[in-house]
């Protein structure tokens, strides 16, 4: 049972727009919102995370909201960029857990020059 | 810091054969972790590591796969015997529980493996 749902599965945004990827989670014991970014050829990295005690985080262009009545976080990149062509993962674990993480299905983003 | 170290970072074996994937964990780090990354199934945990001891191999497909780690430093993830099925991209991660929402897992560069 997949217990985080990402979407879309590819998006493609002009340079300076908006992206916004959706996930929504299932368990609500998960305590713990990080996003990875993946670029071709490489491990994925963390690129920010945020806990449920807060209901938005921002770090330069990046912005994760979160919604926990509805059990659902999101990412938002302002200003996108070429560079920011990579796929993006959503992701959520739980205090107790040894922080193991589900992951979401990923989704690509191809920011148009 | 080198970061988490994957070898070898390609394998082209046939089907039957032996596989071995190593990993070094960054220095420090007490928790280490095996994905398992294909496009129909995405990014999915094999195995972790808690100070050098598995604590959940519940992921690991099938008795063919096995992992090891002797030691803080090393990590093995091991195929016998391979199928074309087990072709993806195999990553290890590690973390320093403890940290609280630093607990980041930074993985390695990924091991391609392909069986034919």
């Known amino acids: 049972q997949q217990q985080v749902k990402q979407s879309p599965q590819s998006l493609i945004v002009q340079k300076g727009g908006i992206s916004i990827i959706n996930c929504a989670y299932e368990?609500?014991?998960?305590?713990?919102f990080p996003w990875y970014q993946q670029f071709p050829g490489k491990g994925p990295a963390l690129l920010i995370a945020?806990?449920?005690?807060?209901s938005e985080k921002k770090e330069g262009r990046f912005t994760i909201s979160f919604n926990k009545s509805a059990k659902q976080f999101s990412l938002h990149i302002m200003d996108s960029q070429p560079g920011d062509s990579a796929t993006y993962f959503c992701?959520?674990?739980?205090?107790?857990?040894?922080?193991?993480?589900?992951f979401g299905s990923g989704t690509q983003l191809t920011v148009l020059p | 810091d080198a970061g988490v170290i994957q070898s070898p970072r390609h394998e082209v074996t046939e089907m039957g054969q032996e596989v071995t994937l190593r990993c070094k964990p960054i220095?420090?780090?007490?928790?280490l972790f095996w994905y398992r990354q294909t496009m129909m199934r995405g990014l999915e945990l094999l195995i972790y590591?808690?100070?050098?001891?598995?604590?959940?191999d519940s992921g690991m497909p099938e008795d063919r796969f096995s992992a090891k780690m002797p030691n803080a430093s090393f990590s093995t993830l091991k195929i016998q015997p391979s199928e074309p099925r087990d072709s993806a991209v195999y990553f290890c991660?590690?973390?320093?529980?403890?940290?609280?929402?630093?607990?980041?897992?930074?993985f390695g560069p990924g091991t391609r493996l392909t069986v034919l």
């Open positions: 992701a959520a674990s739980r205090t107790g857990s040894a922080r193991q993480l589900t």
């Open positions: 220095s420090g780090h007490n928790s």
């Open positions: 368990n609500t014991a998960f305590d713990y």
């Open positions: 945020i806990r449920p005690d807060v």
């Open positions: 991660a590690s973390t320093r529980r403890g940290q609280g929402i630093a607990d980041t897992q930074y």
């Open positions: 590591f808690n100070n050098n001891v598995p604590i959940d």
